[in-house]
């Protein structure tokens, strides 16, 4: 992605993002082009989550599952990895 677009996506300045490039203070990768382009790699963070559920009485227990199940479907919607669950 073009260094303005970055720099438009995270809400600042393309002047703040150039200096910071010719800086080498850039929080994410550049590399400048020969056309002089300065094209940014963006970096893919993965999301990971806990699912936490709860209940509070002994005779809901049974709607335990159906909290987790539906936690665990949003989550998949989202693309977040689950790494555990909690209840």
Known sequence: MKLSDWARK???SYRTAWNQFRSGKLPVPA????TGTIIVDEVVRESKAVIYTRISSSDQKKDLDGQIARCLSFANAQGIAVSATVS
């Open 10 to 12: 995270q809400g600042i």
């Open 31 to 34: 590399r400048q082009l020969p």
